[in-house]
């Protein structure tokens, strides 16, 4: 095999060297492109995990016994002050016995439900109604006839005063506060104290009030926004099409840059974004970019020269999701279990506190359909854990 020279590449076919060029400025049909060989890469390090080949024989000289290190390398204060710490050979560092539990937590991952969603129930007890109130505004109510209680949900009906796409939404903890995002900007939906009387249905009101009075009011952003999560009950941190994580104050106007900050710059469009705790935070987006950044650490300000440059992360992720916007994310602390849809329609599992890959049998075979949906939720009865995944038609349920 010949030499690696940088930024070219070497084609064991054809026994020459190609330079690597950069996506826009390389010829139609080019093989020598930096995205290529890169999906040529991954492609190949998946054909070697699904057909591992066998070791090779032992050398006729080698030693039948291996040497062994000595324990007291491993010791955090032993072998030279922690020498493989301090030399970056030992990897997980600290976090060698989280990591432990957390692959602990994949290995136990059981797949125990399917729910095929779409047609009608016929199982489904109580009655139901719907009615349209003036301005657009429609309620729903439905009543259990084992509890006789009803359940009531509001609905409001969006007028965007410009054609625009919508890609996500996001609820904050306790408010109720509703965020959408759009191709413009943010729509908020928020409701103010209510009037009305929460009272049940009757023959001359055949429907519920509302809750309360809704109001909606946009915030305007340079990009699409893909992404969102509220870090608070006045905060929301917004993915962009650009790559950029703006977070913006609920309770300013939306008008020019009022209220908003720019905290991170990702290296792709903004597919995902989830809040870990106060100093750290994970990105997700396109050209396989799943990323931890730590928010102690901003993005510089404007007009410095690293201001274009992306962020820089505190731990990258081997994502393996190039183009596709809708694929599933979530992450939870307590297990310290990363999950992601991938673009070969399984689910990756990464450790939150090292960034390495995690085998489960979610990444063993491929769903009928992609991911696009991954949440990590309690069971509110018995606060089990689960992860809630859809696919296609189907919603699947993997459990402890």
């Known amino acids: 095999m010949q030499g690696s020279i940088p930024g070219y590449y070497y084609d064991e076919v054809k026994r020459k060297y190609f330079k690597i060029l950069p996506h826009h400025l390389a010829p139609p049909g080019s093989s020598y492109t930096r995205e290529h060989l890169k999906r040529e890469k991954r492609v190949e390090a998946q054909r070697a995990r699904r057909n591992p080949q066998p070791p090779p024989p032992p050398h006729p000289n080698a030693r039948h016994r291996p040497l062994i290190p000595s324990r007291i390398l491993h010791h955090p204060l032993g072998g030279a002050l922690g020498l493989r710490r301090e030399t970056g050979a030992d ?6 016995g989280i990591d432990v539990r957390t692959r602990a937590y994949a290995r136990g991952l059981v797949g125990e439900q399917l729910v095929v ?38 609905h409001v009906l969006l007028r965007p005063q410009v054609h625009t796409s919508v890609w996500t939404s996001a609820c904050a903890p306790t408010s109720g506060t509703i965020a959408i995002g759009t ?16 009272t049940e249905p009757t023959a001359t009101s055949p429907s519920m009030s509302p809750l309360g009075d809704w109001r909606n009011r946009s915030l305007n952003t340079p990009s699409d926004v893909l992404a969102l999560e509220f870090l608070s009950e006045v905060s929301l941190a917004a993915g962009q099409r650009d790559g950029c994580v703006q977070f913006i104050d609920t309770r300013c ?10 905290r991170i710059r990702h290296p792709s469009a903004v597919t995902g974004v989830k809040k870990i705790d106060e ?21 510089p300000a404007s007009p410095t020269k690293a201001y274009m440059k992306p962020t820089r992360p505190i731990l990258e992720f081997d994502q393996d999701n190039d183009f596709r916007l809708a694929l599933g994310f979530d992450v939870n602390v307590e297990t310290g279990l990363v999950a ?61």
């Not at 007890?125 to 509890?147: K, Q």
């Not at 970019?289 to 901003?298: K, Q, T």
């Not at 049998?361 to 949440?375: A, H, K, N, Q, V």
Request: charged content about 25%; hydrophobic content about 30%; proline content about 3%.
């Open 279 to 299: 100093n750290r935070m994970l990105v997700n987006g396109l050209k396989s970019s799943l990323r931890m950044y730590d928010l102690r650490y901003p993005h």
């Open 91 to 96: 990897h997980a560092g600290p976090c060698r």
């Open 117 to 154: 969603l779409g047609g009608d129930r016929d199982d489904e007890e109580g009655e139901g109604g719907m009615a349209v109130e003036n301005g657009g505004e429609m309620t729903s109510f439905v009543r259990d006839e084992a509890t006789g209680g009803v359940f009531v949900g509001v």
């Open 340 to 400: 992601a849809g991938q673009e070969d329609r399984t689910v990756q599992l990464f450790s939150l506190h090292t960034a390495a890959k995690v085998s489960s049998s979610l990444s063993s075979r491929p769903f009928s359909d992609f991911p696009r949906c991954i949440r990590f939720s309690k069971h509110t009865h018995d606060d089990r854990l689960s992860l809630l995944l859809s696919a296609g038609d189907t919603l699947h349920e993997y459990t402890w």
């Open 253 to 262: 106007s939306g008008a020019g840059e009022e209220g908003k900050a720019l």
């Open 183 to 198: 191709g413009t900007g943010i729509i908020l939906i928020q409701e103010t104290p209510s009037h009305y009387a929460t």
